[in-house]
């Protein structure tokens, strides 16, 4: 037997039977300490190292590198006349959440200040079921086409024959799917490399339903603006401390809140008659467009407050699954045809990732009742699976209500109520026609928007956006340089030509 330390814990296998020492292998020994077969009988040590061996699942095929926190959403300005949703209703009224705000396309192990839009993403545990957001960092998205999801993500990926990062796939793809433009605009400004998490903001990008039980509705984004202020870094800032503090905004986070600094953001929400929608100049389901604040003012909602470091970052973070189409009732799905997509796409990811139960993991785990015995069994199912309640819809025996089940008084989700409004469905059946978009000019004006506007507005900052794109682009092959010039043109001439000066060494062509 090895030594044991003084104070060592009673160490057992997994199944509880004790352990004399946590070191120790079994062998056939003359009592040498050098030689000795090992036995197929140490349970300890085989399933020591085949443990180990399996305890990564499947890295997310996007948003794998992460920092997240619990905390807590409290209502400041009652919204009851737009929703029913009770985590919104009511000042003062107080939901337990969790967050998780990570980089897109870098694998689990890289810098956290890469030049990326940050996904925000947000459970809210409340009395009717959890409700996700999964934000992200930049109000818009780079395509409006669902089918071109997987292709985007891939073009900002590692290259498939060099497994490189890759600039010539990533500016390849965007000059021929011109639509992301705006996004891309926000992406390469400094918005792109935030100074910290806690320096980010979240936004729906999506247009949500705000709800009501008799089939009234609003349309709604909503906006989580820092508190911390919206502080960013340079290119080179960036850069520097992806090479000497790789983790920092993980280091940034949890140090605040160990140190009681915690972080807050305000959520706002921008709202629209479905009339309104019908004549707005732009597409409300176009998730490459923002509502510009001029034409629908933000509102102020509640506060969101970080307070709770993860216990175990695998535990309440790796595991933690995310999904748009967790939904309470008052909140419902706009036809936004990337919203409908990804309430397919991100439940799928977590079976595959986490398994069909996923939702039974302590971090996902809702605290309201859940009673649906119709979905049992599966891989790890922990929940008791419904004992013997009917396993089947509709069934005349009395259930063995051996669970919580929710009270019967929740309104439950009001999507089918809306129908009364047979008016706006059929302008929205009429409008969602086209699932490959045509880019056209009115794709640049909201970046032009932001070119002229936003970057315009303070010193340095359009010049510091050239030379983003710049040492990016330089990156990238010529061959793509010439469509890049073009697309940027069609935002502001000017930028088009700063940007090729910036790429194009003196004397020389494209
Ligand atoms: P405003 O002119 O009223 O305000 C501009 C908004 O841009 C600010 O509220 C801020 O959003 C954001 N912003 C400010 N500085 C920067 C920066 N350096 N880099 C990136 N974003 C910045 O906005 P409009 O509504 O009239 O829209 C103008 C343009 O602003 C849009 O085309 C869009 O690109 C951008 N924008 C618009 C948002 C919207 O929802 N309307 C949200 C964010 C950006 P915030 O306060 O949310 O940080």
Known sequence: MGSVEKNAPLYTSAEGCPYADATTAQRFSDGSPVKGLMLLQDT???????????????????????????GEFEVTHDISHLTSARFLTGIGK????????????????SADTIRAVRGWALKIFTEEGNQDFVFNSIPVFFVRDPIKFPSLNRSHKRHPATNLNDA???????????????ALMLLFSERGTPKTARHTNGYSGHTYKLTKPDGTFHYAKFHF??????????NDEAVRLAGEDPDNHTADLYNAIEAGNFPSWTLYIQVMTPEQAETYRWNVFDMTKVWPHADFPLQPVG???FNKNPN?????VEQAAFSPSTMVPGLAPSADPILQARMFAYPDAARYRLGVNYQQLPCNRALAPVYCPYQRDGLATVNGNYGGDPNYVRSGLKPVISFTVPSSSSSGNHFAAQNANLKHNAWVLGSVDDYTSEVTEEDFAQARMFWEKVLGRQDGLQERFVGNVAVHLKRAKPVVWEDTFDMFTRVAPELGEAIRRAVVPQGQKA
């Not at 969790?98 to 192990?109: E, M, Q």
């Not at 175990?312 to 309440?316: G, P």
């Open 44 to 70: 300890q040590l085989i399933e020591t190292l085949a443990h180990f061996s399996r305890e990564r699942i499947p890295e997310r095929v996007v948003h794998a590198r992460a920092v997240g926190a619990w």
């Open 94 to 109: 107080k939901s337990k959440t969790l967050c998780r705000i990570s980089t897109v396309g870098p694998g689990a192990g």
């Open 168 to 182: 010539t796939t990533l500016w390849d793809f965007h000059v021929h799917n011109q639509e992301g433009i705006h």
């Open 225 to 234: 603006k820092s508190n911390q202020g919206n502080e960013t870094l340079t």
């Open 303 to 305: 506060k969101l407050t």
């Open 312 to 316: 175990n970052y695998f535990a309440d």
